[in-house]
């Protein structure tokens, strides 16, 4: 009976071992400020999973209603630390924070994100953020995109060049400034250069004949006759390849756990 005992707990304590790895991974999306829904929620969840999967650095969304008085820097620092978040030994990973009691967004990295993501990187997301919805409350719409360029940015990284001030990506409405600056230029440049066409021809007059045109005396041909006898071009390639202007980098601090991180935000 007691061997039987024994044998019964040995089998708990194995399950229960078992069982620690999945209980001890932490919730990559902790909305305390109820700002999904449940599906929205769920879906979110499931992508943040699996880019942090991919990518093997933990990508982390949490919002709050206050932080306690603590910076959104502090805060969003010992969330992660203390939460269990960050892959492999230097604790890859970042986390992007919403406190809406004073509309604060703040993004911290730490391990291989602090190089992944610059500061003007993090200024970059920040922008993203915003122009995705999260002023307008459009919460879902701004973390999927948020968790979206994370994946891009980390690729990106993974070439060894990551994005920093002079090489951000563009965005589609990067592209429209440029298009309607482009046409607004060329407008002007032909607006003037007719202008200036214009005022030139004002004394010119209309004349009834084609030979009013021609000085006396200035055109005596007695025979004329042109013949092409061969054409050479020569073609020179020319390489639209310009470096970026680099610069930039990440600045770091030390959090209370003594783990140096990366980081930024603002308002929103």
């Given amino acids: 009976m007691m061997k039987k005992i024994i044998c019964a707990l040995l089998a708990l304590a194995l399950t229960a071992l078992l069982a620690l790895p999945a209980l001890a991974a932490p919730p990559l999306l902790v909305d305390e400020a109820g700002l999904l829904s449940e599906s929205e929620a769920a879906a979110l969840e499931e992508k943040l999973a699996a880019l942090s999967a991919q990518w093997k650095n933990d990508i982390v969304i949490v919002t ?40 604060d967004w703040h993004i911290s990295t730490c391990g291989g994100a602090i190089d992944a993501f610059t500061d003007a990187g993090i200024e970059f997301l920040g922008k993203r953020l915003i122009a995705d919805g999260l002023s307008d409350g459009e919460y879902a719409a ?19 060049r990551p994005y920093d001030r002079g090489s951000l990506p563009r965005t589609a409405g990067d592209y429209a400034k440029i298009l309607l ?69 990440s600045t770091t601090h030390k959090s209370s756990s003594g783990r140096s991180h990366g980081g930024g935000g603002g308002k929103f």
């Avoid at 004394?203 to 004329?224: E, H, I, M, N």
């Fill in 181 to 249: 600056l482009g046409l607004g230029g060329g407008l002007l440049i032909a607006f003037l250069f007719t202008g200036s066409m214009k005022k030139k021809l004002r004394t010119v007059r209309r004349k009834q004949q084609a030979a009013d045109y021609l000085r006396p005396g200035s055109l005596q041909l007695a025979y004329a006759n042109e013949q092409l006898l061969f054409r050479n071009v020569t073609r020179t390639l020319r390489n639209s390849d310009t470096p970026s202007s680099g610069g930039g980098g």
């Fill in 64 to 103: 709050v209603d206050s932080t306690g008085g603590a910076s959104p820097e502090a805060f969003a620092d010992d969330w992660f630390d203390y939460g269990g978040y960050g892959q492999g030994e230097s604790y890859d990973g970042l986390l992007l924070l919403l406190d809406m009691d004073t509309r």
């Fill in 142 to 160: 701004a973390f999927n995109g948020f968790a979206d360029w994370c994946g891009q940015f980390l690729a990106r990284a993974e070439t060894g």
